[in-house]
T-cell receptor
Framework: GDSVTQMEGPVTLSEEAFLTINCTYT??????LFWYVQYPGEGLQLLLK?????DKGSNKGFEATYRKETTSFHLEKGSVQVSDSAVYFCALSDIGSYQKVTFGIGTKLQVIP | NAGVTQTPKFRILKIGQSMTLQCAQD?????MYWYRQDPGMGLKLIYYSVGAGITDKGEVPNGYNVSRSTTEDFPLRLELAAPSQTSVYFC?????????????FGDGTRLSIL
């Protein structure tokens, strides 16, 4: 079956540091890939997505590229801010009778001033 | 624009009690979902619905029931609360079942069973 692997963290960075959160996946078909962000006390919000190989999703300075050859969708940001502190979920969505989404366990990011 | 609204935000139940978690969306989405989020486990799908009157089981349906009488509402019912159901519950919706569509989440219901 489908699966998503990401580190749980926490990842602690100083403000303006470079961020990478790794995400790898296994899927039988050709899934769409997502990064969701969850701020404390809130639900998940879409951060970015990519729907086919070599697509790059980007939003709010975050980027991720759909790499089919390495089955990866790593999240990057060049300079993190304190306001980026949150939990980040990698997810894949495969074709089926409904929108079956498989989530990673979430990576907690803490950015310190 | 309210999006997906969940009530209550917090609840403490005793073992064996029952309750209904409410979920409403105002985006006219056909697809709705209930997830539970446990520490270190990501989100697991409990039930989903592809439209009014149609529901089906997800990965972890035991101990729960749902109904979908309208497009807007998708309540989740716990009949006999057990400590294993202590979790954070999220309702989500999407426009279609296409794999490239994002899901829109509510802010969650934090439920403790004591």
């Amino acid at each position: 079956g489908d699966s998503v692997t990401q580190m749980e963290g926490p990842v602690t960075l100083s403000e303006e540091a470079f961020l990478t959160i790794n995400c790898t996946y296994t899927a039988t078909g050709y899934p769409s890939l997502f990064w969701y962000v969850q701020y404390p006390g809130e639900g998940l919000q879409l951060l970015l997505k990519a729907t086919k190989a070599d697509d790059k999703g980007s939003n709010k300075g975050f980027e991720a590229t759909y790499r089919k050859e390495t089955t990866s969708f790593h999240l990057e940001k060049g300079s993190v801010q304190v306001s980026d502190s949150a939990v980040y979920f990698c997810a894949l969505s495969d074709i089926g009778s409904y929108q079956k989404v498989t989530f990673g366990i979430g990576t907690k990011l803490q950015v310190i001033p | 624009n309210a999006g997906v609204t969940q009530t209550p935000k917090f609840r403490i139940l005793k073992i064996g009690q029952s309750m209904t978690l409410q979920c409403a969306q105002d985006m006219n989405h056909n697809y709705m979902y209930w997830y539970r989020q446990d520490p270190g486990m990501g989100l697991k799908l409990i039930y989903y619905s592809v439209g009014a009157g149609i529901t089906d089981k997800g990965e972890v349906p035991n101990g729960y029931n749902v109904s979908r009488s309208t497009t807007e509402d998708f309540p989740l019912r716990l009949e006999l609360a057990a400590p294993s159901q202590t979790s954070v519950y999220f309702c989500a919706s999407s426009t279609t079942g296409d794999s490239n569509q994002p899901q829109h989440f509510g802010d969650g219901t934090r439920l403790s069973i004591l």
